[in-house]
Nanobody
Framework: QVQLVESGGGFVQAGGSLRLSCEASGSILRLSRMGWYRQAPGKQRDMVATITSDGTTNYADSVKGRFTISRDNAKNTLYLHMNSLTPEETAVYYC?????????????????WGQGTQVTVSA
């Protein structure tokens, strides 16, 4: 089991910055991948950025060059640094973690989500 608790959301003006944090229960070294997703009202949940256990990162095209995902293994915490925010990025931001289990015949990916943190960007 993995519990994820996000923090750092809030109100910011367009062009501003925020840093989101996601604290995981237990060591994040055991997680094969962590990431940030966001969901605006009436829209689907979209990937923002992910980072694997070996540090490989992946970003949505719309955030490349402005957002940075990072992890602090000692603090069991995932971060998302967001710069130059736009009103269109107003959404609930969710932390995600994948724990891979080895079973007979292969592996199983267990997917965990945090409760989300609201980010509101005003024009």
């Amino acid at each position: 089991q993995v519990q994820l608790v996000e923090s750092g959301g809030g109100f910011v003006q367009a062009g501003g910055s925020l840093r989101l944090s996601c604290e995981a229960s237990g060591s994040i070294l055991r997680l094969s991948r962590m990431g940030w997703y966001r969901q605006a009202p009436g829209k689907q949940r979209d990937m923002v950025a992910t980072i694997t256990s070996d540090g490989t990162t992946n970003y949505a095209d719309s955030v490349k060059g402005r957002f940075t995902i990072s992890r602090d293994n000692a603090k069991n915490t995932l971060y998302l640094h967001m710069n130059s925010l736009t009103p269109e990025e107003t959404a609930v931001y969710y932390c995600n973690a994948i724990l891979t289990s080895v079973v007979a015949g292969g592996t199983i990916n267990h997917n965990y989500w945090g409760q989300g943190t609201q980010v509101t960007v005003s024009a």
